[in-house]
C-alpha cells in the first residue's frame, strides 16, 4: 500500500505561481504512472494531470495545457505539479494519486486512480 501526502497549496493571485508535491511512502514507487486530479466546491473531481513511471510521457486536461508541469523525481518519491499562470478557475483541493497498474496509460478516469491523498488547497484570486 502507498501513502501520498500532498503539499504546496496555498493563496496566489492570478498570474502567479505555485508548485505542489506529492511524497509517497510504503510500498512506493515500483508503481505505473501518476496523477494529478482536482476538485472545486459543489464539482467532480476532474483529472489535471499524469505522468509515466519513468517521467518520460505526461499528459494534460485542454484547460492546464501550456501552463501546468508534472514531473516526478523516483529518488525522492515524489511527483510534482507546477503551476504558472494560475487563473480564478484553478482554485480547487489537489489531489495526487497511483494509476491501478490494469488501467490504461492516458486515462483520465477519477477510478483508474487510487491510494489518494488527502489534498491541497489552491485558491486564485482575481
Known amino acids: 500500500q502507498v501513502q501520498l501526502v500532498e503539499s504546496g497549496g496555498g493563496l496566489v493571485q492570478a498570474g502567479g505561481s505555485l508548485r505542489l508535491s506529492c511524497a509517497a511512502s510504503?510500498?512506493?514507487?515500483?508503481?505505473?504512472?501518476m496523477g494529478w486530479f482536482r476538485q472545486a466546491p459543489g464539482k467532480e473531481r476532474e483529472f489535471v494531470a499524469a505522468?509515466?513511471?519513468?517521467?518520460?510521457?505526461?499528459y494534460y486536461v485542454d484547460s492546464v495545457k501550456g501552463r501546468f508541469t508534472i514531473s516526478r523525481d523516483n529518488a525522492k518519491n515524489t511527483v510534482y505539479l507546477q503551476m504558472n499562470s494560475l487563473k480564478p478557475e484553478d482554485t480547487a483541493v489537489y489531489y495526487c494519486?497511483?494509476?491501478?497498474?490494469?488501467?490504461?496509460?492516458?486515462?483520465?478516469?477519477?477510478?483508474?486512480?487510487?491510494?489518494w491523498g488527502q489534498g491541497t488547497q489552491v485558491t486564485v484570486s482575481s
Open positions: 505522468i509515466s513511471w519513468s517521467g518520460g510521457w505526461t
Open positions: 510504503g510500498r512506493t514507487f515500483s508503481n505505473p504512472a
Open positions: 494519486a497511483v494509476k491501478v497498474y490494469s488501467a490504461t496509460l492516458g486515462t483520465t478516469k477519477v477510478t483508474d486512480f487510487g491510494s
